[in-house]
């Protein structure tokens, strides 16, 4: 929407206005001709109190700082929403925070008829609709790589606990029974580590092993450089032949799902871990049961799966024949769960979310072309930005052109993603911006349209 007045002025926190007394005293003694960066223009078509912000399963405080500090309505939640609450919710909302259990279907997103963008507060974004979003001119951004220490560290203490037996040790001693044994208990020193999927976590995680004393052999559809001694293999079943524990790390995919099921366990050497901290879908459940009560397996950490609860509580009862096993430790979805990852995830996914509102900023969108252009310069009073995401079908930019062009265009940029494109233009010389944004949202591509001034 155009709105005729600015209500919020906001100076950016910038290298020219924070300065110590020894910087004056420096500043003093430059040169008259030195170089300065002109501030950038503050573009806010909008009083800030207006953008309500809906922030779902406990999302870290650091995001709700920030959505505060920036003067955005927020509502938070501590759990999941589902059906008719989520979508009474959604309704009038700008932005929605959530991180894995809240399910952003075609129907719901239906209902969200002012939604600019979504913002996944984790790793995985398949509980969006991707495509729906795209297509109602909704970006998503998520937060791919700040939690990636902290599940590659989590690897490193369940391989542990599984080498020592430490979960059922645990649990007999809760039990009162003192069970002293060193039966079928190792080291790791000397073990083989094979990592499936060599991304952000499972190259840390290869690091971290090496320095344990493990060698490590990983496989990947990409050809990616190792880090350390880690060598590559050209197929998952070679890995699992010679691989005395197997960490999953791959995304959710068509390709992944049901990635490892009875024949993988098979391949595996007898007396093998498992361990799944990727996504629920990948590892067939079932045959990891009987790979366990087989002794295939000697033990294995899951802590994804393909039905998770929407909220703690007594409410995991899906799988009783796998939790009857031994030497199974089980962890409630918890990978990335930690102080330091959920602070980051809030700053990354809060920043990409306040620039997308306040500059129209798409970077690091997963559905979504990524489009930016240099800020507006302060003195420039007249020039407003135009956001216009368009159906991607030819003639679009000659017909946008022709609007713009009784106007200076001083940048402008262009991209597509499938069906979907996203013009950013800052056109100089505009008075009259309700005519402009009337023409510009009867195109006959418009999905959606914002003037920022």
Known sequence: MVHAENTTENTPVTANNVTSTTDVEDLKRTRSGSFSVPKAKVLRPFNTSEVKILLLENVNETAVSAFTKQGYQVETYSKALVGDELIEKIRDVHVIGIRSKTKLTKQVLEHAKNLLAIGCFCIGTNQVDLQAAAKQGVAVFNSPFSNS?????????????LARQLGDRNMEMHQGVWNKVSKACYEIRGKVLGIVGYGHIGAQLSVLAEAMGMTVYFYDVLQIMPLGQAKPLESLDELLAIADYVSLHVPETEDTKNMIGEHEFKQMKEGAYLLNNARGTVVQIPALTKALQSGRLAGACVDVFPKEPASNGPHFDYYPELLACKNLILTPHIGGSTEEAQRMIGIEVSQSLTKYINDGTSLNAVNFPEVDLRAIREDDKNTVRVLYIHQNIPGVLR???????????????????????????????????????????????????????
């Not at 220490?149 to 606990?161: D, K």
């Not at 233009?425 to 914002?450: F, G, H, P």
């Open 149 to 161: 220490r902290s599940v590659a560290e989590l690897v490193i203490g369940e391989i542990i606990m």
């Open 399 to 453: 017909e946008i052109n022709e609007i713009f062009a009784d106007h200076n265009v001083e940048k402008q940029y262009s991209d597509s993603k499938g069906d979907i494109a996203y013009v950013m233009a800052d056109i100089a010389d505009v008075t009259d911006l309700k005519s402009l944004y009337s023409a510009i949202i009867q195109t006959r591509a418009n999905i959606q349209t914002r003037i920022l001034y």
